[in-house]
């Protein structure tokens, strides 16, 4: 295991569950699949580092391909790596192996590394924790904000109180095999609709040929990694 890192005040932190079996892959790696002229991986680290996410720990057997080199012109954030145990244990077992590289933070995003639109779902998560820090600040704070989508949590797309979800973690017995939504669904959550999809993630190869094609005709406005040349957990 890693050395915890080091947090500037205010900053926001990542960890990232990249630690599945991929069976419907037949075991290849979702986060390193071709998208959009890069990986899921490497437009979750730009994400990061254009909204100075830090420190970032991965929990899952660390990677050394060409598909994880950084995006050209990208600020990249560096990554500490971690397993859970054991391995293949599920997210909140992936959880419970990041946590203590997390000392000193307050909050930090918890995302799946296989998101289609990275780029979108750290920004929206970012505002919403500096907004809910600010002057401006709800009367009520909570310990969690996740998005929400066709009314289902997204709970490996959202940003938690790391004490809080330490807190949390004293009550599961057996981390390996819990369900995110036991960890995480008795905290005080605000929730953020996804009337867009960005939180769409690659679960299957249907999945991965459908975000393919998204990002071959992006919107406008949407997904600053995609290239015009060119989705459980």
Known sequence: MGAALSTPVGAVAALV??????????GAAKPLQELGGSTPWQRTLAAFGERGVAPVVAVGAAWDTDETAP?????NA???WVREDPPYGGPVAAIAAGLPLLAGV???????GDLVHPADVVRTLCDAVRADEGENAAPDPVDAIV???DDRAQWLAGAYRVAAVRAALTAIVEPSG????ELLGGLPTRWIPDEDGITADIDTP????????????????????????????
């Open 106 to 112: 307050e909050w930090a995003l918890l995302l799946a």
């Open 206 to 233: 249907a999945d991965l040929e459908r975000a393919r094609a998204v990002l071959a005709d992006p919107p406008a406005t949407h997904d600053p990694y995609a290239h015009h040349d060119e989705e459980s957990r």
């Open 71 to 75: 995006m050209a012109g990208a600020a």
């Open 78 to 80: 560096p990554v500490i």
């Open 178 to 181: 819990a369900a995110a939504r």
């Open 17 to 26: 569950l990249v630690g599945g079996r991929a069976r419907r892959f037949d």
């Open 147 to 149: 998005f929400r989508a």
